[in-house]
């Protein structure tokens, strides 16, 4: 799928990948994209350095000693060149009509010295006169999971991506793109702007709003550099899709000189996140907050109500889960009449109990329908929004390992419901001692579309940011 | 005078900041509620100008260099009759020029005085990179000690204002606290929409302070204004 007649629609959705200066003895940049060539894609080399080519020919890679010797249209050429070369890349680029081009080559306005800025320059007037698309330079540049063109030799390659991911750092690409896949969830598409000389935020956020197969965009950003224009895409995205955006650093405002009280209390952290409220995003602090985020987005249902049923399995987990709700503002009241006489007709209260939050471990024990009947009277209690069970690896993890069988059979029972209900459902499985184990663990909730988190309070503060959607419909 | 002629008045003096008889004047001419405001030069004047306002009024020194009026002895508040008026502006003076003697003083503003209420904030500033943003807060410690205040890119869009009044975390104030009637909070939306469109229309405003504004149940009504002009 991709967005016919768009500017960035060639590098977004390649067929041929051109990568520029790559070197051995990793080659990594041939590497990250083997499995672009592997599914059928012309992944080409462009190297003049002799004694290079035998090494990328091992690879099983084709070279050519000028980009415009490639027979194929490039769609999406990777520069990796030293930075006093770059200027003869981009006059070959231009001439071969290439879709557009991630300088990784840094060295440029970020190093603060005359060289870099000036090749910065004329890098941004060649590139602007010929209307030509530079992803950078200074960045990780494009990773398109679906078609297997990499930025990391890590990061998955995956059919399924739903968030496309906008970012001001290529480290937080990376990483994000990683947390992401541990946690079971892809990214449609992602580029790492750098120093955005031609190509800048906005651009990429409108082609994400555009692109069909992303559901929930996500960016870091740092600074913009057109403020009117970023708030007039973001406004524009926000009505189509959830849009999430993890603010780093404090704008730099330089020492701005005041005579109102307004304009002493106008901290840049403050301003912006007014503006992102008033856009309708959402806004997070971290790389965490921002996956737990996408996995609400993705996979809970959205509700704006904020009464909350809360299932644990002991009398201490059920007190921490109520108080890392209750602390983001979500109401933990009581059920109605009629949950109290059906919960009360089976629920074992020595040890236990069907207040709310339930303590429910000594009645479920395992059992498949019991916990089903606990999330059927849940669901179709009218005072009750949004579910969200706890189940610790503490106790879990030690029969889940005997008894594989029986983590299945949970996950399915919690999807059988979830998939049903038009509520909200959460999950919290805090790993314990067993991190290794829960890190697969949770893979088979997400694959059921079960959010899934670490902690109460991850679960609560991401169910707090993004149940209610951020919209403001 | 128009604001368009009070900018070009104060450009032509080189001054960025206005008075607040300039200030009150160019709101009230933007239909912003502001406290009854004239500029009297005479203990006569003062004491003419406040019988057309209802008593009781208030005094304030109207002077391009005093930056703080209270800290000089330039404010007088409370004053119930044409006598107390007139004692009242020579009492300005004198304490004005004592304190500071290079203080320009053109005259004295007769202000109305605002029935008592919540105290809140409404201002504008000019964001380096976004342009004119919209503040609102609770004023006092809420505002001085807290930050509580919330912003937004001005002009404001529907439902921009009620959402930046709900977004302080002071917020139950304004639905009365220790047995005080709950205030007009309509009343601060339109203020607050007003000052937007205002502060949209006038590119000129670099910065702008209604500080207090007081809200109660009969609505909000500025009682200070400062407008701070670009630099031309």
Partial sequence: MSVPGHTLDRMFNPKTVAVIGDKGPNYMWLRNNQPFKDQGGNLYSVQIDE???????????????????????????????PRHVSPYVMKDLIEANVGGAAFFTSGFAETGEELGVNLQAQLT????????????????????????????????????GRVGFVSQSGTHSIMFSLVMGANGMHLSRCASFGNAIVLDISDYL???????????????????????????????????????VWKGGQ??????????????LASPHAVWSGIMRQCGAISTNSLDETVDVAKVLLDAKPSTGRRMALMAMTGGQSVSITDAFVGQGFEVGRLSEQSYEE?????????GSYQNPLDMAGTVQGKREVLERILAILDADESVDALVMEQSA?????????????????????????????????????????????SEVRLKFAERRIPVFASFERAAAAAARALPRGTRS | MTFTETIDRARGESRTLLSEVEAKGALAEAGVPVTATSLAQTREEAAAQAEAISYPVALKVVSPNVAHKSDVGGVVL???????????YDEIIRSVQAAQPSAIIEG??????????????????????????????????????????????????????????????GRQVLDGVRGQPPVDVGAIEAMLDQVSQFAAEHPEVAELDLNPVIASPEGAIAVDARIVLAEA
């Fill in chain 1, 51 to 81: 004694k290079e080519i035998p090494g990328i020919e091992e690879l099983g890679i084709e070279n050519f000693r000028a980009l415009t010797d490639i027979p194929e249209p490039v769609d999406y050429a990777i520069v990796a060149v």
């Fill in chain 1, 125 to 160: 007037e060649m590139a602007r006169e010929a209307d030509f698309n530079v992803v950078g330079p200074n960045c990780m540049g494009l990773y398109l999971p679906r078609v297997g063109v990499r930025f990391n030799p890590d990061v998955p390659v995956a059919e399924d």
């Fill in chain 1, 206 to 244: 409108e082609y994400l709003t555009e692109d069909p197969e992303t559901e929930v965009i996500a960016m870091y950003v740092e600074g913009v550099k057109d403020g009117p224009r970023f708030v007039k895409a973001l406004r524009a995205a926000t009505a189509r899709k959830p849009v999430v």
């Fill in chain 1, 251 to 264: 704008t730099d405002a330089g020492a701005r000189a005041t005579m109102s009280h307004t304009g002493s």
């Fill in chain 1, 343 to 351: 919960l009360s007709s089976f629920f074992n209260i020595v040890g």
């Fill in chain 1, 394 to 438: 503490m106790f879990g993890a030690r029969q889940w390992k005997d008894h594989p069988e029986r983590i299945d059979d949970l996950v399915d029972t919690l999807a059988g419901h979830a998939e049903q209900s038009v509520k909200p459902f959460l999950m919290v499985m805090h790993p314990a001692h067993e991190e290794a184990f829960v």
């Fill in chain 2, 78 to 88: 409370g004053l119930e009759s044409h006598e107390e008026v007139a004692e009242g």
């Fill in chain 2, 108 to 169: 004295v503003s007769v202000q109305e005085m605002a029935s008592p209420g919540v105290e809140v904030i409404v201002g504008v500033t000019t964001d380096p990179q976004f342009g004119p943003v919209m503040m609102f807060g609770l004023g006092g410690i809420m505002v001085e000690v807290l930050g509580d205040v919330a912003f937004r890119l001005a002009p404001l869009g529907e439902g921009d204002a009620r959402d930046m009044i709900d977004e302080i975390q």
